[in-house]
């Protein structure tokens, strides 16, 4: 399948070349009348299809190449794997649910609404059970977020090696979701008992067979973060946690526990696996970092980029990508096309939402010569996207997680994209 | 407030009667142009005049009445936002759940036996742990039945499954083996973790003895503890892990945050950028991974983005940025840019360069020696300054082949360049080197 749709489009890229050998400046002129216009076409004549032919409608099949794709060597099994956001292709900032990335440590489960419960114990002055209609009895909250798995980007540390925007920053996604704040379940529970809440936790446990729990700090979990149940509207996909999952903004993925089943008070981070083992960072020296909850601002320049030459004539061309900060509101977004010799500020899309993806534009002209493209994202804490090398200086090469850095496309005279890393 | 409030009451009682003012009008809008449909026709010629000075007055009423319309809907839309705010007391609507730390009285008792069940988790310091026990041989024998198959008879890893053993002083290595020994800072974990996610496919049966028992013999793989070992509740605290004391708190704000806020460079932040890794060259990417055209073969040469040397100019895009068509050629000033690491713990370039041990040398063609402030030169610097010497290509490349013999009492301890190549290298590196 995928096959065919790569010579369909190297015609038509030789034939948009083609075109813009005969072309002046101000636009291509036709020779001869288009049968697309002169010609009447079949749909502009037959009827289409009906509104009992798909109750619940997929992309049109020419779009059948904007799907999640997975690396196979990265994991021993699909079941424990991951998969990525075809962030290339989109535009906007909001991700559909069909294409959001997934991250399983125990493959996804199907948890029937009846079936759900959330127990609420631990430090608590009444542990309770609530069912999942008893969820949607509490006051609720629309809010958009971005989940980022630690993972992004953390092929790249030890040098450029995956050629796609989709596989170098795609365990990411961005969804509006509606949920109960996790602060008002636990003061339904009440935390009289807690006594203290500034040295408290809440440690928090999924209902599939990998049994995922992280600990949270009190503070944030009574900040922003939300049991949700809808997702751009909808219910939850089972691969993102249905019936209900755990939404922590701005912190790092792996802590936006699925299939939410278990919320306990305790008085002490409870170290988990994904806790110690994993999502921690092995500095140069060989000390590990943990607790690295925030997902630091970052960007990344999705058109072009190697899924998405360019594919049209020298002339008006649009710079697109995503920025993101876990600290807040994304300020600004600067892009090079030398490498970061030269910065040019980007246009924001809308004003950044708070720990949502940012989606910015350069409108400019593409010259027809080589170009070494990058992004560099600002925060609403002055926070700057840091270069890989900062980061290097900053952690050493040992580091698997929390790789923010520049990314940077080599465009060469065809407008082929490539993944580089650059001096 | 007073003010505000007066405007308030006052659009309450307009609403109503600027409304039907508006609605008045445009109905005398449509009555009025019937009237000019109507009008009676003679001839032809009268027909066509009157015709166009019926126009004309149409026109003319029509703007007319449209300018009172556009302001009465201006007032109106005024008013209505008013008559909002009014409703609402001024404050906004939107606004999230409250934030009552009252119980809505949802949900239901969790009974004992259900917390029990749910309620597994292992902290570092042993609490919730069940009483068992497990001793190295039976945890061999479990191993072998239940884990061995992913994870090797020696938790050495099948495959790419996971390492559990090993790994020890790699951690500062290249390519870390982190395993439970190596690695883990609380054997609470492990037992929390097996005990609750493992085996793959099968979680959540092992029983507590089962647990103990196959913990006791990851130690052993480990090397931690002897083949006699039983691992229980009671001794679980007195196991020491190796890298417990291996781990620090996230230290990005102090490391990372203080140093990298701040207004970004914008302008010539580098003097030349060269590719040095390329994605295509791993060729990792799963093939139907997407569409890139990245002839593997064809661009061996890629290009080298250089910044431009004429500071004069003020166009960012085009005077800035040169790729491959300076006077200069990148591929040298490239070269001295690796020429000058030499150089580089005592001499910074670029924008922001301070003193270091020696002078910044930003824009040094053309610079009087020995002249930058606040730098403290040596007798012999301060004297060339004084008779006016500039640094131009003859006098570095004498100076830097040999800086003592050419600057007798210099405080630059450097031994010299020694090859043609790298001093004529250097040469055009420092060229490009401004702020």
């Not at chain 2, 390519?175 to 973790?193: A, I, R």
Request: glycine letters at 8%; charged letters at 25%; one cysteine or more.
């Amino acid at each position: 399948m995928d096959k065919t749709i790569k010579t369909s489009r190297r015609t038509f890229l030789k034939g948009s070349v083609a075109i813009a050998g005969a072309s002046v400046a101000g636009g291509a002129a036709a020779s001869e009348a288009d049968p697309l216009i002169t010609e009447v076409q079949e749909w502009a004549s037959a009827t289409g299809v009906g509104v009992d032919e798909t109750p619940y409608g997929m992309p049109i099949s020419f779009e059948k190449d904007v799907v999640r794709r997975n690396v196979e060597w990265l994991t021993a099994s699909p079941i424990s794997s991951i998969n990525f956001t075809p962030i290339h292709a989109l535009d906007g900032t909001i991700t559909p649910q069909g294409c959001a990335f997934e991250r399983h440590h125990s493959g996804a489960i199907e948890l029937r609404k009846e079936d759900f419960r959330l127990m609420i114990n631990g430090l608590v002055d009444r542990p309770l059970v609530f069912s999942y209609q008893d969820l949607e009895r509490f006051p609720r909250e629309n809010h958009i977020y971005f989940c980022e798995c630690a993972a992004n980007t953390g092929m790249e540390w030890a040098g450029a090696q995956l050629n796609g925007a989709q596989f170098t920053h795609g365990m990411i996604h961005n969804m509006e979701y509606t949920g109960v704040p996790l602060r008002t379940l636990l003061h339904e529970a009440g935390l009289g008992s807690a006594n203290d809440l500034k040295n408290k936790w809440v440690y928090v446990e999924g209902a599939d067979a990998s049994s995922n729990g992280r600990s949270i700090p009190m503070e944030k979990a009574l900040d922003d973060v939300l049991v949700a149940f809808k997702a751009n509207g909808e219910a939850l996909r089972m691969e993102h946690g249905y019936p209900v999952r755990l939404v922590v903004p701005g912190w790092e993925g792996n802590m936006w526990i699925k299939w939410l089943r278990r919320i306990e008070v305790t008085d002490a981070a409870v170290e988990s696996r994904e806790e110690t083992s994993k999502y921690t960072d092995v500095y140069e020296d060989g000390t590990a970092r943990k607790w690295t909850w925030v997902m630091d601002a970052k960007s990344v320049i999705t058109t072009p980029s190697p899924q998405m030459p360019i594919d049209h004539t020298r002339g008006p061309m649009v710079i697109s990508g995503l920025a993101w900060s876990g600290h807040g509101q994304i300020t600004r977004v600067d892009v090079s096309k030398d490498g970061g010799i030269t910065w040019e500020t980007a246009r924001l899309g809308k004003q950044g939402d708070t720990k949502a993806l940012t989606r910015f534009y350069l409108d400019t002209e593409w010259t027809g010569e080589p170009m070494l493209l990058q992004s560099r994202a600002m925060d609403e804490t002055g926070y700057v996207q840091p270069t890989k090398q900062q980061l290097r200086d900053s952690r050493g090469e040992n580091s698997v997680y929390h790789n923010n850095c520049i990314q940077t496309w080599y465009v060469d005279e065809n407008g082929v994209v490539e993944n580089v890393e650059v001096s | 407030m007073g003010s505000s409030r007066m405007s308030k009451s006052l659009s309450q009682i307009v609403l109503p009667v600027a409304g039907g003012t508006a609605l008045a009008l445009s109905v005398a809008l449509v009555v009025a142009n019937l009237d000019y449909g109507r009008s009676k026709i003679s001839s032809l010629e009268q027909r066509v005049e009157q015709t166009s000075l019926q126009a004309e007055a149409a026109r003319n009423k029509a703007s007319e009445e449209a300018a009172v319309v556009a302001e009465l809907k201006a007032k109106v839309a005024e008013i209505q936002l008013a008559a909002i705010e009014n409703a609402t007391g001024g404050t906004n609507l939107t606004e999230n759940a409250p934030r009552k730390d009252i119980a809505y009285g949802l949900g239901r008792a969790a009974l004992t036996e259900e917390i029990t069940a749910w309620d597994v988790d292992v902290l570092p310091d042993g609490r919730g742990l069940p009483e068992g026990r497990g001793d190295v041989f039976t945890g061999e024998e479990v191993f072998a039945e239940k884990c061995a198959s992913c994870h090797g008879d020696f938790a050495e890893g099948v495959d790419n499954w996971p390492v559990l053993a090993g790994g020890f002083d790699t951690l500062a290595d290249k390519d870390p083996v982190k395993t439970v020994g190596s690695y883990w800072p609380y054997l609470s974990t492990v037992w929390d973790y097996v005990h609750r996610s493992m085996p793959f496919g099968e979680a959540q049966t092992l029983t507590p003895d089962e647990t103990y028992a196959i913990v006791a013999y990851i130690l052993y793989s480990n090397d931690m503890v002897d083949d006699e070992f039983e691992l229980s509740h009671e001794n679980f605290p007195d196991i020491e892990m190796y890298n417990t004391g291996g781990f620090v708190i996230d230290d990005r704000p102090d490391r990372e945050y203080t140093r990298w806020r701040g207004e970004p460079c914008m302008k010539n932040c580098k003097s030349a950028v060269e590719i040095t890794m390329r994605a295509t060259f791993l060729d990792v990417t799963p093939d139907e991974g997407g569409e890139s055209r990245m002839d593997h073969t064809a661009s061996e040469n890629t290009p080298t983005f250089v910044a431009s040397t004429d500071s004069t100019n003020t166009s960012v895009e085009t005077e800035t940025l040169e790729i491959s068509a300076l006077e200069t050629d990148p591929a040298v000033v490239l070269a001295g840019e690796k020429v000058f690491k030499k150089c580089k713990a005592c001499h910074a370039v670029g924008a922001g360069a301070k003193n270091k041990s020696g002078p910044q040398l930003n824009d040094l063609m053309g610079r009087m020696m020995g002249s930058v402030d606040g730098f403290k030169y040596s007798k012999a610097f301060k004297a060339a300054m004084e008779e006016g010497r500039v640094w131009n290509d003859a006098e570095l490349a004498a100076f830097l082949a040999k800086p003592k013999a050419y600057m007798k009492g210099t405080r630059m301890s450097f031994a010299g360049i020694k090859k043609e190549k790298d001093l004529t290298a250097i040469i055009e590196f420092l060229r490009t080197t401004s702020n």
